[in-house]
């Protein structure tokens, strides 16, 4: 969702990037340590390239677990940061540290408004309940290996080159291309380009909003980039 938040910041929004983890077990090579101390550089490079700000809850890399404490210091971030609109991940992906953190996230939305929901620090509860988005799974795939639908693509057309320098940043995390293989920027790229073909722009991204009940029904990505939002 990089491009959408260079296009919201744009407008005026103030963008913050949470990180639950510090990608400790990203490297067959590094230790845990100085892997994470890499990322989280590339990590603060990233967001300042699409005018975000960084954080991280420090739980380590592949140990993201659905339990009360974790939500607690979800919960605390959200109260902090007030935010009016939320993209995380999708409910089912290839990682569950992804999975869980899209079950957390729902979590602490919820109590987040609660008063009385108990939190090591004291922080106001939020008024309302802000809007949240489903981001598109890794390669757009679903557990069934077909792509799953997006029910709001956005036209990231203009501000694509913008998104790939940010992502170049995590250059630990680039696997270069081989004959059998596409190298994760190339990846990146192909998968903008088929969310943009479904709405006839060059590059898109795509994402669900969470609409259960009491979930606010109001578009506001849409309404943010009406004339780079479309519906399907």
């Known amino acids: 969702m990089g491009g959408t938040a260079v296009l919201m910041a744009q407008q005026g929004w103030k963008i913050s990037f949470v990180a639950l983890t510090g990608g400790e077990c990203g490297s067959q090579s590094l230790d845990a340590t100085t ?12 967001a300042h390239v699409l005018y975000a700000d960084y954080h991280t809850l420090h739980i380590h890399d592949g140990c993201i677990s659905v339990d009360l404490v974790t939500m607690q210091k ?13 993209f995380t991940h999708p409910p089912e992906d290839y990682m569950l540290d992804h999975t ?42 679903g557990a069934d290996g077909q792509i799953v639908p997006a029910t709001t693509i956005v036209d990231i057309s203009s501000v694509m080159k913008q998104k790939l320098t940010a992502l170049a940043a995590h250059e630990s995390q680039h696997k270069p291309s081989t004959a059998t293989s596409i190298g994760s920027l190339a990846q990146i790229e192909r998968c903008a380009i088929i969310r943009g073909h479904q709405i006839g722009v060059q590059y898109g991204e795509g994402f669900r909003q969470l609409l259960f009940n009491s979930y606010p029904r109001r578009n506001l990505l849409r309404e943010s980039l009406p004339d780079k939002v479309f519906t399907l």
Do not use: G, S
Not at 74 to 86: A, F, G, S
Not at 112 to 117: E, G, I, L, M, S
């Open 74 to 86: 979800l919960t605390e971030v959200i109260r902090d940061i007030r935010p009016h609109l939320i």
């Open 35 to 46: 892997i994470a101390q890499k990322r989280h550089v590339e990590a603060c490079i990233a």
């Open 100 to 141: 869980h953190t899209a079950q957390l996230v729902r979590w602490a939305v919820t109590e987040a408004r609660h008063p009385n929901f108990p939190l090591p620090r004291h922080i106001p509860a939020l008024f309302e309940r802000p809007c949240v988005y489903h981001v598109d799974p890794e390669k757009l795939l």
